[in-house]
């Protein structure tokens, strides 16, 4: 510094002073400046006081001395103290060189500098609120000061600027709120701890409402709830939970849709008290908002549904993912759905096309399995978009739904309870809304028809579930409902139309084609035999769904669906079937299910008394199919008690190749004549004289049989046949027996008996096939 430059008004002395290396000296130095000072305010000599802060910021302050710096600083405090209430006047003079000097590398002098600044502040109190942010921005640098007495000294300005903040009303939130959302994303812990104490404060004042401008900084709140300091986090944790008080008082000032993308990131994140949080946070934010959250379902969704998979481990965090799962499908109701109007023969001009329709129309099914799964869901759709809370009609958009639901049921590392609540939400959105969800069917039913392969019994119920509805649904109801077979399914296959509701006649003809045998009912809609042939298809191609599942998938949708529509139109398709060994074994699983499943007792009780036109036409549709494989057609004839056709197919056994796996499946039926199932055949061998074809028909199974435990079980029961002397012919009889209906007339036994031999013909046909090349699996009997 020139000592020769002239610092008037102040002294040499003073100069000289503030100079000095000693503190005492400066400090000496000071009160001459005090005093000087309170002589100019006396006076009201503005321009020398001005003179005298210029000249302390610029030749002391801002000098280049650390000594000379340290004499400005105490020289300005000194300044602020002399001017009392008037230092308002000179806040900005007073204020800037000092917070310059909080970045000196001394760290004595950053010390000396909230030193001068607490005391300029403790002077102007309220007066410095127009200056909060340069204030709050050198602070939070400071409170991450490395040197001990510095963030002591920082402390302790803190603490008095927030006792100023919370006296007064006239602070600034608008224009605080910018800096406080820069500030909020630092990384060092004493800066959060800093920013986590300013927003409690002000969240304390009653004349501050910080809830305004929460989706500012709630995305920083979760941030900082990640720290590694358990002290910072508890504070956090505060905030938080004083932020969702408020909410839960004053739901309507609450800015919902601003907020709701902020909480599905950190409910994906891998912090499990960042996730529990900001779970707990969505929980509310469905109950208190009800219906204005639909528009975000799929976002929500994208978050909820993986968490519902968690072990005991996350339990806390499985438990109100569920609940918020819960919520979000309760508001979903059927005033969702399109309303359901007659279609016009031409659209009038005048009625307006909705973009969104449009682009329904247009565009391409969603909700494929190729849609990518990304935790943010930026591509393709916007998860969130801020939007008022205001009470307007809510449309629900299932696209962005049915993508997440889609999206998640095709990854097969997806857990089986998040895989359950897909299921679920399917489900409902087919009852609740089955217009709308009629659109995305196509892109649904093959991952549909995929999940029948899940490990888990509860998924394949769920997945039925669906499926049952989509097949039952009068919304389903189309023309042409479109291809709906997925790219995992054999291309082979031949596709009968898909039957008109209504049309049913008796295969009476052998010109009579399968599809007067398809199902007729009014309960099953243009999807239902598209899902028969799709599943028959699924059956095909994975030969161990059906061994290990086919039966269980059966008979559940028997309970789900119609078990008479379902036999029906399966056996329709078997009729059609190129794979000759897969129609075999299928009717062979769907001969054993008909005969003991308790599910299909209503079924079975139809069959046995052919009286009715249906029950004649499921018989015949049945039995053609049921052809493929000769034993269960004779126990199609038991069941129907069609004995004396059932002695003219044993009589065929004659012409064929018997096999172990011939005499296996005779072996069974024996065993099955022995189950309660047929208590009623074995009591009509008390009548002789009326069933004559009956017993001949068991003595023709005990003849196709070897000397086996089967064969002795049979000789047993046919012992038992009183009056065995008394088997006769028709002929023979004077009055005409009982063991061919009188009241199924209308059927051609005899067209049914040609087709039996035409099917075991192209049966024979394909195993003398097989042999020639090599690959026939039939064992032979050794005899």
């Known amino acids: 510094?020139?000592?020769?430059?002239?610092?008037?008004?102040?002294?040499p002395n003073i100069v000289r002073a503030l100079n000095d290396k000693l503190y005492e000296k400066r400090k000496v130095a000071a009160l001459e400046i005090e005093k000087l000072v309170r002589e100019f305010v006396a006076q009201n000599n503005t321009v020398q006081i001005k003179h005298v802060i210029q000249t302390l910021s610029q030749e002391f302050a801002l000098s280049q001395h650390p000594h000379s710096r340290k004499g400005g600083l105490i020289g300005l405090a000194a300044c602020s103290i002399a001017l009392g209430k008037d230092s308002g006047l000179y806040l900005k003079e007073l204020i800037e060189p000092v917070l310059t000097c909080f970045n000196d590398a001394d760290s004595r002098l950053r010390y000396y500098a909230c030193e001068a600044l607490y005391n300029i502040v403790k002077v102007a109190r309220g007066a410095v609120l127009p200056h909060f942010n340069v204030l709050f921005d050198g602070l939070s640098k400071l409170a991450a000061d490395p040197d001990p007495n510095v963030k002591s000294g920082s402390e302790l300005l803190d603490r008095l600027l927030k006792d100023i903040v919370t006296e007064s009303n006239k602070f600034d939130l608008v224009g605080f709120i910018p800096l406080l959302r820069e500030r909020i994303y630092s990384n060092n812990q004493y800066a959060r701890q800093f920013i986590i104490s300013w927003i409690l404060v002000l969240e304390s004042v009653p004349d501050i409402n910080l809830l305004d401008y929460l989706p500012e900084i709630l995305d920083g709140l979760f941030q900082i709830l990640g720290d590694n300091g358990k002290e910072i986090r508890k504070m956090c944790e505060v905030v938080l939970g004083e932020f969702l008080k408020e909410i839960k008082k004053n739901p309507s000032s609450v800015k919902f849709a601003e907020m709701a993308n902020i909480l599905v990131i950190h409910c994906q994140t891998t912090d499990d008290l960042i996730q529990l949080t900001a779970m707990c946070w969505m929980r509310e934010f469905i109950q208190l908002a009800g219906r204005a959250m639909l528009p975000y379902s799929s976002g929500i969704l994208t978050a909820v549904?993986?968490?519902?998979?968690?072990?005991?481990?996350?339990?806390?965090?499985?438990?109100?993912?569920?609940?918020?799962?819960?919520?979000?499908?309760?508001?979903?109701?059927?005033?969702?759905?399109?309303?359901?109007?007659?279609?016009?023969?031409?659209?009038?001009?005048?009625?307006?096309?909705?973009?969104?329709?449009?682009?329904?129309?247009?565009?391409?099914?969603?909700?494929?399995?190729?849609?990518?799964?990304?935790?943010?869901?930026?591509?393709?759709?916007?998860?969130?978009?801020?939007?008022?809370?205001?009470?307007?009609?809510?449309?629900?958009?299932?696209?962005?739904?049915?993508?997440?639901?889609?999206?998640?049921?095709?990854?097969?590392?997806?857990?089986?309870?998040?895989?359950?609540?897909?299921?679920k939400w399917l489900y409902h959105l087919y009852i609740k809304t089955p217009r709308k969800m009629f659109r995305h069917t196509d892109s649904l039913f093959p991952i549909l028809l995929q999940t029948l392969s899940d490990e888990s019994d509860e998924v394949i119920l769920k997945d039925l579930e669906v499926l049952a509805e989509i097949a039952s649904s009068p919304a389903g109801q189309t023309e042409d409902p479109g291809p709906l077979d997925g790219p995992d399914l054999r291309a082979s296959h031949s596709e009968?139309?898909?039957?008109?509701?209504?049309?049913?006649?008796?295969?009476?003809?052998?010109?009579?084609?399968?599809?007067?045998?398809?199902?007729?009912?009014?309960?099953?809609?243009?999807?239902?035999?598209?899902?028969?042939?799709?599943?028959?298809?699924?059956?095909?191609?994975?030969?161990?769904?059906?061994?290990?599942?086919?039966?269980?998938?059966?008979?559940?949708?028997?309970?789900?669906?119609?078990?008479?529509?379902?036999?029906?139109?399966?056996?329709?398709?078997?009729?059609?079937?190129?794979?000759?060994?897969?129609?075999?074994?299928?009717?062979?699983?769907?001969?054993?299910?008909?005969?003991?499943?308790?599910?299909?007792?209503?079924?079975?009780?139809?069959?046995?008394?052919?009286?009715?036109?249906?029950?004649?036409?499921?018989?015949?549709?049945?039995?053609?199919?049921?052809?493929?494989?000769?034993?269960t057609t004779v126990s199609l004839c038991f069941l129907t008690q069609n004995y004396r056709h059932a002695y003219d197919l044993i009589q065929k056994f004659g012409d064929l190749e018997v096999t172990v796996d011939f005499l296996t499946e005779v072996d069974k039926l024996v065993q099955l004549i022995e189950c309660p199932i047929f208590t009623y055949l074995r009591l009509q061998l008390l009548d002789v004289k009326n069933n004559p074809y009956l017993i001949k028909a068991l003595y023709g199974l005990l003849m196709l049989l070897p000397q086996s435990s089967a064969f002795q079980l049979l000789s047993h029961r046919l012992q038992c046949v009183p009056n065995p002397e008394l088997l006769q012919t028709e002929d023979s009889l004077k009055a005409a027996p009982k063991s061919q209906k009188t009241d199924a007339a209308s059927i051609d036994y005899a067209e049914l008996l040609q087709h039996f031999e035409k099917v075991q013909k192209k049966h024979l046909e394909v195993r003398h096939q097989r042999s020639g090349r090599g690959d026939h699996l039939d064992r032979r009997v050794v005899l």
């Open 1 to 11: 510094m020139n000592p020769e430059k002239d610092f008037a008004p102040l002294t």
């Open 305 to 423: 549904l993986p968490c519902l998979a968690y072990d005991d481990r996350k339990k806390s965090i499985k438990e109100v993912a569920n609940v918020c799962n819960q919520s979000l499908m309760k508001l979903v109701t059927p005033e969702d759905d399109e309303p359901e109007e007659p279609k016009p023969v031409v659209q009038r001009q005048a009625d307006p096309i909705p973009d969104d329709s449009l682009a329904k129309q247009e565009g391409p099914g969603s909700g494929g399995p190729d849609v990518s799964c990304d935790s943010s869901f930026s591509s393709g759709i916007s998860v969130f978009s801020p939007a008022s809370t205001e009470r307007v009609p809510v449309t629900l958009h299932l696209d962005g739904i049915v993508q997440v639901l889609n999206c998640h049921l095709s990854d097969m590392a997806i857990g089986m309870m998040t895989r359950i609540a897909v299921l």
């Open 496 to 631: 009968p139309q898909v039957p008109t509701p209504g049309r049913a006649g008796l295969l009476s003809t052998p010109s009579t084609k399968g599809l007067e045998c398809s199902p007729s009912s009014p309960t099953m809609n243009s999807y239902f035999y598209k899902f028969m042939i799709n599943l028959l298809k699924r059956f095909s191609s994975e030969r161990k769904l059906l061994e290990v599942r086919g039966a269980f998938i059966i008979r559940q949708l028997c309970l789900l669906l119609n078990a008479e529509n379902i036999f029906h139109s399966m056996a329709d398709i078997l009729l059609r079937e190129e794979d000759l060994k897969f129609a075999s074994t299928m009717v062979h699983t769907l001969n054993t299910i008909l005969l003991t499943s308790t599910e299909l007792f209503q079924l079975r009780n139809q069959l046995k008394d052919l009286r009715t036109l249906e029950s004649q036409d499921l018989f015949c549709c049945l039995y053609r199919s049921w052809c493929h494989n000769p034993v």
